[in-house]
């Protein structure tokens, strides 16, 4: 019996210990309602200082679509920035955005920003 309850125990503490977070992809639909031609996407966690690797490769992303992106670079974080470049070269940077919470799970690119 008492063989039992100390493998019971064990098995608790066993359950007890916190387990390590799983990174898991994120996955959202990126609009582009501005008026302009994205040429080049990037995205990092907003703790790290370097861009990620252009997220549209050789591809543009024009006016008017949406596309689903997906970031899986093995991390468990949330809060990205965004990097975009429109094909004439002007680029703007969204910084903290929170892609766990995005609204409807869609980011829309707009001429405001």
Known sequence: MTKFVAAAF????LVALPLPVLAEDLVFQLTNNSSHTI???YTSPTATDDW???VFGEGVFPAGNTVPVTIADGSDQCVYD???VTDEGVEFVETAIDLCQL???EY???DAQ
Do not use: I
């Not at 064990?10 to 503490?13: D, E, F, P």
């Open 10 to 13: 064990a098995s608790l503490a």
């Open 39 to 41: 040429a080049n996407f």
């Open 52 to 54: 990620e690797e252009d």
């Open 82 to 84: 965004m990097k975009f």
């Open 103 to 105: 609204a409807g799970n």
């Open 108 to 110: 829309t690119l707009t």
